[in-house]
């Protein structure tokens, strides 16, 4: 059984990593895990842990500080490393908390430091092929070290469930940590914008926006903020509401992935809205299952939403209809053939 030596300081609990966790259990991999105390100085705890030689190194989302010991060691063993960074420090702090300007000398040298750091990988992995386009245009990754592997969704959580219909009133929710790309104001407007009674919106989780979301809602009835709940309990939750959203933020980083909450939703067999962009594949944007709003705007979420509920017996077949395409594009079969793509393409 070949041997995969996860590196550095994960979360292995972070749904990313489970997944992926599971697709190398499934293609006939063991996964040794290695947590140094000190990212910065991993290659030398190392030598003390004894690690043994293994068939590939991996690298886990969020870790670009442990690349470096990383490295080091695949090289000194001679198998390939493969990281899976998941976001880019660069594009995360430059174009979604705009912490820098673009042309300033702190950002340039962030972006610097970035395409060193990819550049240690035999193999780099991406979570959209519109993500790959970023990694090969901005960081100057080769295009034939290049992969991508969706995030896709843990099917033994999120899976289709019978919902249990509030008697003469629609939810439509959104849950999330609150950040830029979510465009949760964008939502907020929406809401601020239809003044029905039978539709309740709900904001489900908390993060660094919170305060802001706050004071735009102000005195709002119809929508309101819930506080993040344990995740093996989410999927219950998302199954109560007749609508879920995705993500409507005008940022960079939204034209390049497809988040957690698409996949999920998709896989509970929810009628889902979300904001267009060409991180999706092709098949899927042709579809009018799913809801289609251009990004930053609250009037096309609001008029799918009351489109839908002009006729809501339709919501469960459009459901229905969209875990179907999940099953085509994104279940754990096709996962598991992108992965073992990648690693076929590492071992080479």
Same mark, same amino acid.
């Given at each position: 059984?070949?041997?995969?030596?996860?590196? /550095?300081?994960?979360?292995?609990?972070?749904?990313?990593?489970?997944?992926?966790?599971?697709?190398?259990?499934?293609? /006939?991999?063991?996964? #040794?895990?290695?947590? =140094?105390?000190?990212?910065?100085?991993?290659?030398?705890?190392?030598?003390?842990?004894?690690?043994?030689?293994?068939?590939?190194?991996?690298?886990? +989302?969020?870790?670009?500080?442990? *690349?470096?010991?990383? #490295?080091?060691?695949?090289?000194?063993?001679?198998?390939?490393?493969?990281?899976?960074?998941?976001? #880019?420090?660069?594009?995360?702090?430059?174009?979604?908390?705009?912490?820098?300007?673009?042309?300033?000398?702190?950002?340039?040298?962030?972006?610097?430091?970035?395409?060193?750091?990819?550049?240690?990988?035999?193999?780099?992995?991406?979570?959209? =092929?519109?993500?790959?386009?970023?990694?090969?245009?901005? %960081?100057?990754?080769?295009?034939?070290?290049?992969?991508?592997?969706?995030?896709?969704?843990?099917?033994?959580?999120?899976?289709?469930? &019978?919902?249990?219909?509030? =008697?003469?009133?629609?939810?439509?929710?959104?849950? /999330? #940590?609150?950040?830029?790309?979510?465009?949760? $104001?964008?939502?907020?407007?929406?809401?601020?914008? +239809?003044?029905?009674?039978?539709?309740?919106? !709900?904001?489900?989780?908390?993060?660094?926006?919170?305060?802001?979301?706050?004071?735009?809602?102000?005195?709002?009835?119809?929508?309101?903020? $819930?506080?993040?709940?344990?995740?093996?309990? %989410?999927?219950?939750?998302?199954?109560?509401?007749?609508?879920?959203?995705?993500?409507?933020?005008?940022? !960079?980083? !939204?034209?390049?992935? *497809? =988040?957690?909450?698409?996949?999920?939703?998709?896989?509970?067999?929810?009628?889902?809205?979300?904001?267009?962009?060409?991180?999706?594949?092709?098949?899927?944007?042709?579809?009018?299952?799913?809801?289609?709003?251009?990004?930053?705007?609250? $009037?096309? *979420?609001?008029?799918?939403?009351?489109?839908?509920?002009?006729? &809501?017996?339709?919501?469960?077949?459009?459901?229905?209809?969209?875990?179907?395409?999940?099953?085509?594009?994104?279940?754990?079969?096709?996962?598991?053939?992108?992965? $073992?793509?990648?690693?076929?393409?590492?071992?080479?």
């Amino acid at each position: 059984m070949p041997i995969a030596l996860w590196w /550095g300081r994960s979360d292995e609990d972070y749904s990313r990593n489970r997944i992926v966790a599971d697709l190398f259990k499934q293609s /006939g991999w063991e996964i #040794s895990i290695y947590r =140094p105390k000190i990212s910065r100085i991993g290659f030398a705890s190392a030598y003390f842990n004894r690690l043994e030689r293994p068939d590939i190194v991996w690298l886990p +989302c969020f870790r670009h500080t442990d *690349i470096p010991s990383a #490295s080091f060691w695949a090289r000194k063993w001679g198998v390939p490393l493969v990281i899976d960074p998941l976001i #880019s420090a660069y594009e995360k702090e430059v174009f979604e908390r705009e912490k820098w300007e673009k042309d300033s000398w702190q950002a340039k040298r962030r972006l610097k430091w970035e395409q060193n750091l990819f550049a240690k990988a035999d193999i780099v992995v991406g979570d959209t =092929p519109k993500h790959l386009d970023f990694y090969e245009e901005t %960081l100057r990754v080769e295009r034939g070290k290049l992969f991508h592997l969706y995030v896709g969704a843990e099917e033994k959580l999120f899976f289709p469930k &019978p919902q249990i219909k509030q =008697p003469d009133q629609y939810e439509v929710l959104f849950y /999330g #940590s609150f950040l830029e790309l979510h465009g949760i $104001e964008t939502i907020v407007e929406a809401a601020r914008l +239809c003044q029905d009674a039978n539709i309740q919106w !709900t904001l489900l989780g908390d993060g660094a926006l919170r305060k802001n979301i706050e004071k735009q809602i102000g005195s709002l009835k119809n929508i309101s903020i $819930e506080p993040w709940i344990p995740y093996e309990t %989410l999927p219950d939750r998302l199954a109560r509401a007749d609508i879920l959203l995705g993500i409507f933020g005008n940022t !960079t980083l !939204t034209t390049l992935v *497809i =988040p957690n909450k698409v996949f999920q939703s998709m896989a509970l067999a929810k009628p889902i809205i979300t904001g267009i962009s060409a991180a999706y594949p092709d098949e899927m944007l042709k579809s009018n299952v799913i809801g289609w709003a251009n990004l930053a705007n609250p $009037e096309e *979420i609001l008029d799918i939403v009351t489109q839908w509920l002009r006729d &809501p017996q339709d919501l469960m077949e459009r459901g229905k209809q969209t875990r179907n395409i999940f099953n085509e594009l994104f279940s754990y079969d096709h996962l598991k053939i992108l992965l $073992e793509k990648i690693l076929h393409a590492a071992l080479k």
